[in-house]
């Protein structure tokens, strides 16, 4: 047998390979148990971190709620969303613990009856609360369920304290183990079982810290350790560690005889390795000694060609003497060159028309009008279309491989929120406002999608942002031309109304739902005939009908009735609303109530004759007060004459009150003809009232109670202040006989604007603006046929001798002559109102001097400006106990208003948050610049929590709502000092 080089080299090759393969599995065998010590290792603590991490995450989150829950329920019930909230986190129950160790106050987050705290659960927490939250060992609750606590104690000195499940905490527990037979374990700070697979142990919350890792992690150690398992019988290896903030153990065991099972079989693939370590040698020696032979060199110095891009070369033939093998070989590897070449061509043919497709591609990413990119799974931009550097000012350069954080920089916040779903695989759409380098603010919405690959890896994701700016502003743009409509619709004078093709109520605004008592939501669905009397519904149904029919608006002139038993005259307009497909679908009303216009027509006829009478009544009423001093001087000294006789004295007296009547009565006179001397003034209402009220409630007696209200921001009228109150007393006793039996009197002020349409129907009244003085009281009334003539002279509904009748003409002149005028609403039954148009002065506010009537108000004088009423009702009445003078106001206007015409304000107590939006902080700054005055604030935050939120600078002074009496007036003395 002959040996050829090839031979020889086979078994030269093979000879030397066997001994680094044997040696190489000797040595695997040896570290085989050692390394998968090492390698589990590594892994068991991961898991426990990972755990760890996850315990944290929760408590971190719980003590947040709770410390929520903490600083709320002390003041006030917590809400259903709180409530909501505390549930989702996993709260069963929550209470307040006073200093005794009572519960004060306690709310059930679910309906299990058995979450109530027991009295030895509270004096155990009342022991070891501080001022932060705190989480408890594992204790019983009332139904003897496992549960942990937490409390913390507050600075008012309660204790507030929570009851949580232990469901989160099982779940993740029973997610993480490592092995086949492995699992995890939690215990709290003393080695109680809080989550284990062995459910005995986890009723029983069994106690193992005599457990070797359990015992390493309450002294704060972390590691991997091995030891026996009391539970599982076995070795078992652990990685472990403590959660921090709580003292919770966490570990992940498993059976030492799963590293062996695993150490065994890499023992018995290092002999498999040595005998396919052997066998590879031998045919890799083999073939090796083949190609080591004289054709390597040919095909070598071929392959070099074609490498360098001579596709033509080849190896050339072989004689005939040559071996068979090279000859195969040069064959075989021309062949070989020639499909290499093939290939070659074809893959760049391949490759051009993949460049053209990808360009087309990228022209249609360039042109379309969002921005598209494609984020990795690293967090890297993939791909950016030209619209997303066009927003961000940067070349795509600037975004490819580049962290996704890096290059949009702060703009990254916005999308932390959405991080986690989108981690979880799941798509997000979103819409937000925002401000992109190229200096414009867009309204976007963002879709992304995630890219799964074929293991359901996510690759990365798929982000598309569209700028809906326009949409959002033609949206903005329909809302607000809705609500100018809605208030064109719910303040026109007139009363509009919708209904459907069936005659059902569909809108109706509040100036016609006022006329029936009704809100406007309550007409929603009923017809007509739900409404008014037959003969009218019937009437109504007629006239839509034939408006359906005919299709043209129509105009009614119509007596109607009205709920307070009158009939009036209205003008009702009726139309047709066309739906989407032309035809129509709705009837539209606008209905007016022009009684009063046309009343005032007709009272136009008799002007001429009032001004006859007035000019005559006043020429009589001068002529009689000339007498009248003439009798009044000369009884007044006949008097003084003869005090000693006491029978004449009776006449004098007789004969003086008599002129004195007459005296009223001429003046009564005067003041109907617009004739007596007014000298007007710029009056503040608010005060004057304050001051005329003892007289006026002397006017009407005991047995009538009699209020006086003001408007916040009440203008000053034009009016003699002497005159007025002649008014005002004059109608106090007209409401004191139309009350024999008692009742209510009521004055009220507020500001008026009078327009063209009701100067039109005044002759004498200019359009403008005005402050309207309101009497009302809740007598018998006037009947409609005696309404019209009140305000004419001498016209009285009392018997003979108890009324001149000139008391309401008197009422009448007098507004007249002031540049205003004078109106009544009565009906039998309901009451009388008497109304007052006086001129606001001309002038501009801070131009205007108000006439001082009321005293200045004495020293130490608080402002009380709160939204809440009870809580400004009480600050109110403590100090007026404690002998401050006290105004107050519910929001920023009326302690604008108060500030302007208060003359000694000394302090400010202010709420933070007001219900017109101005702050505490606002209020105090404006009392501070106008007259120096010093604030202190009411709210139930901490002063911290304040300062941290800028709502309160450090050196103000704060007053919690659960304040007593003595630290209110501790405060108020103390912010008072100099």
């Known amino acids: 047998m002959k040996f050829h080089l090839r031979h020889i080299l086979a078994v030269a090759f093979i000879f030397i390979a066997t001994i680094p393969v044997f040696l190489l599995g000797l040595w695997v065998e040896e570290s085989a148990i050692e390394q998968e010590m090492t390698l589990v290792s590594e892994k068991h603590l991961l898991l426990a971190r990972n755990l760890t991490t996850a315990l944290d995450r929760y408590a971190n989150d719980t003590k947040a709620v709770f410390d929520f829950f903490a600083v709320t329920i002390e003041n006030e019930k917590p809400s259903q969303n709180s409530l909501d909230l505390a549930r989702k986190i996993g709260f069963r129950h929550v209470c307040l613990v006073d200093e005794s160790g009572r519960i004060a106050a306690s709310w059930n987050v679910t309906e299990d009856p058995h979450s109530l705290i027991t009295p030895q659960i509270v004096q155990g927490l009342k022991r070891?609360?501080?001022?932060?939250?705190?989480?408890?060992?594992?204790?019983?609750?009332?139904?003897?369920?496992?549960?942990?606590?937490?409390?913390?104690?507050?600075?008012?000195?309660?204790?507030?304290?929570?009851?949580?499940?232990?469901?989160?905490?099982?779940?993740?527990?029973?997610?993480?183990?490592?092995?086949?037979?492995?699992?995890?374990?939690?215990?709290?700070?003393?080695?109680?079982?809080?989550?284990?697979?062995?459910?005995?142990?986890?009723?029983?919350?069994?106690?193992?810290?005599?457990?070797?890792?359990?015992?390493?992690?309450?002294?704060?150690?972390?590691?991997?350790?091995?030891?026996?398992?009391?539970?599982?019988?076995?070795?078992?290896?652990?990685?472990?560690?403590?959660?921090?903030?709580?003292?919770?153990?966490?570990?992940?065991?498993?059976?030492?005889?799963?590293?062996e099972a695993r150490a065994e079989q890499v023992r018995q693939m290092a002999f498999g390795i040595i005998a396919i370590g052997l066998v590879a040698a031998s045919i890799f020696g083999w073939l090796l000694a083949g190609i080591l032979v004289r054709p390597v060199t040919a095909v070598a110095r071929a392959a070099c060609e074609i490498a360098q891009g001579?596709?033509?070369?080849?190896?050339?033939?072989?004689?005939?003497?040559?071996?068979?093998?090279?000859?195969?070989?040069?064959?075989?590897?021309?062949?070989?060159?020639?499909?290499?070449?093939?290939?070659?061509?074809?893959?760049?043919?391949?490759?051009?028309?993949?460049?053209?497709?990808?360009?087309?591609?990228?022209?249609?990413?360039?042109?379309?009008?969002?921005?598209?990119?494609?984020?990795?799974?690293?967090?890297?931009?993939?791909?950016?279309?030209?619209?997303?550097?066009?927003?961000?000012?940067?070349?795509?350069?600037?975004?490819?491989?580049?962290?996704?954080?890096?290059?949009?920089?702060?703009?990254?916040?916005?999308?932390?929120?959405?991080?986690?779903?989108?981690?979880?695989?799941?798509?997000?759409?979103?819409?937000?406002?925002?401000?992109?380098?190229?200096?414009?603010?867009?309204?976007?919405?963002?879709?992304?999608?995630?890219?799964?690959?074929?293991?359901?890896?996510?690759?990365?994701?798929?982000?598309?942002?569209?700028?809906?700016?326009?949409?959002?502003?033609?949206?903005?743009?329909?809302?607000?031309?809705?609500?100018?409509?809605?208030?064109?619709?719910?303040?026109?004078?007139?009363?509009?109304?919708?209904?459907?093709?069936?005659?059902?109520?569909?809108?109706?605004?509040?100036?016609?739902?006022?006329?029936?008592?009704?809100?406007?939501?309550?007409?929603?669905?009923?017809?007509?005939?739900?409404?008014?009397?037959?003969?009218?519904?019937?009437?109504?149904?007629?006239?839509?009908?034939?408006?359906?029919d005919g299709g043209e608006q129509t105009l009614f002139d119509v007596e109607f009735p009205f709920p307070d038993g009158t009939t009036r005259s209205v003008i009702a307009t009726k139309f047709l609303i066309p739906g989407a497909n032309g035809e129509p679908a709705k009837i539209g009303s606008i209905i007016t109530d022009v009684t009063a216009r046309r009343d005032a027509e007709a009272s136009s006829h008799r002007v001429p004759d009032r001004a006859a009478v007035s000019k005559l009544t006043g020429g009589i009423a001068h002529e009689f007060n000339n007498l009248l001093g003439i009798v009044i001087g000369n009884l007044d000294l006949l008097s003084e004459r003869l005090a000693e006789d006491e029978d004449p004295l009776k006449f004098v007296a007789s004969a003086m009150s008599a002129a004195l009547r007459s005296a009223e009565l001429n003046h009564k006179l005067l003041a109907y003809s617009q004739n007596q001397l007014l000298v007007p003034e710029a009056t503040d209402l608010g005060r004057y009232l304050t001051e005329i009220r003892p007289q006026l409630q002397q006017s009407v007696g005991a047995e009538i109670h009699l209020e006086t209200k003001c408007a916040y921001g009440l203008w000053p009228c034009q009016v003699d202040g002497h005159e007025l109150e002649n008014v005002l007393v004059e109608l106090a006793k007209n409401a004191r006989h139309a009350m024999p039996d008692g009742g209510e009197l009521s004055i009220r002020a507020a500001n008026v604007r009078l327009d063209d349409d009701y100067a039109e129907t005044r002759a004498d009244v200019a359009a403008g603006d005005y402050v309207l003085l309101s009497v009302t009281d809740s007598g018998a009334g006037i009947a409609a046929k005696d309404l019209a003539a009140v305000f004419d002279p001498f016209f009285t509904t009392q018997d003979v001798g108890e009324g001149s009748g000139l008391g309401l003409s008197m009422v009448c002149g007098f507004a007249g002559q002031s540049g205003g005028d004078a109106a009544i609403e009565s009906a039998p039954g309901r009451g009388t109102t008497v109304r007052l148009f006086l001129p606001r002065p001309s002038g501009a506010p801070d131009e205007i001097q108000i006439a001082a009537r009321l005293p200045e108000l004495p020293e130490q004088t608080v402002l009380v400006v709160e939204s809440n009423a009870a809580l400004r009702f009480r600050v109110v009445r403590q100090l007026r106990e404690l002998g401050y003078v006290v105004l107050n106001a519910s929001e920023g206007e009326g302690a604008h208003t108060a500030l302007e015409y208060a003359t000694n304000v000394d302090l400010l107590i202010t709420g933070l948050m007001l219900d017109d939006g101005m702050s505490g902080a606002e209020v105090a700054a404006m009392a501070n610049r106008k007259k120096g005055i010093k604030a202190l604030y009411l709210s139930g935050s901490t002063k911290d929590t304040l300062a941290h939120f800028d709502l309160l600078d450090d050196d103000a002074l704060l007053l919690q709502p659960s304040f007593s009496r003595a630290e209110l007036a501790d405060m108020v003395r103390k912010t008072l000092a100099p």
């Open 310 to 548: 001579n596709l033509d070369i080849r190896v050339p033939a072989n004689a005939g003497g040559t071996p068979a093998e090279y000859r195969q070989l040069g064959c075989a590897f021309n062949g070989m060159a020639q499909d290499f070449a093939s290939d070659i061509v074809e893959r760049e043919q391949a490759a051009t028309a993949l460049q053209e497709s990808e360009e087309n591609i990228r022209t249609v990413l360039d042109a379309m009008p969002v921005a598209i990119a494609f984020i990795d799974a690293d967090g890297c931009f993939a791909m950016v279309n030209k619209k997303v550097c066009d927003w961000n000012v940067l070349p795509e350069a600037a975004f490819i491989g580049k962290p996704v954080e890096e290059v949009i920089g702060t703009r990254f916040q916005m999308y932390k929120p959405t991080l986690r779903k989108l981690l979880l695989g799941k798509p997000v759409l979103w819409e937000t406002s925002m401000t992109y380098p190229d200096g414009v603010t867009r309204y976007i919405r963002a879709n992304v999608k995630p890219n799964f690959g074929a293991d359901n890896a996510i690759l990365g994701w798929f982000v598309m942002i569209e700028d809906i700016s326009e949409s959002k502003r033609v949206e903005a743009a329909l809302t607000e031309s809705e609500q100018l409509l809605r208030g064109i619709f719910e303040n026109s004078p007139s009363a509009i109304l919708l209904k459907d093709r069936e005659g059902r109520y569909q809108m109706v605004n509040q100036h016609y739902a006022a006329w029936y008592g009704l809100e406007a939501k309550e007409w929603q669905g009923k017809t007509v005939h739900e409404i008014y009397p037959p003969e009218y519904a019937d009437r109504i149904s007629e006239q839509d009908q034939v408006l359906l």
């Open 128 to 259: 070891s609360a501080t001022g932060q939250a705190s989480f408890s060992a594992v204790m019983r609750d009332r139904s003897g369920k496992p549960t942990i606590f937490i409390s913390r104690k507050l600075a008012s000195g309660y204790i507030a304290a929570a009851a949580l499940d232990l469901n989160y905490i099982r779940t993740v527990q029973n997610e993480i183990a490592f092995g086949n037979k492995g699992h995890s374990a939690i215990v709290d700070q003393y080695g109680n079982v809080i989550a284990h697979p062995n459910q005995a142990w986890q009723r029983e919350a069994r106690n193992i810290a005599n457990v070797k890792p359990i015992a390493m992690m309450m002294a704060g150690r972390t590691g991997v350790a091995t030891f026996f398992s009391p539970a599982a019988g076995k070795e078992m290896i652990t990685g472990f560690k403590t959660v921090p903030g709580t003292g919770w153990g966490v570990m992940v065991p498993q059976p030492m005889e799963e590293l």
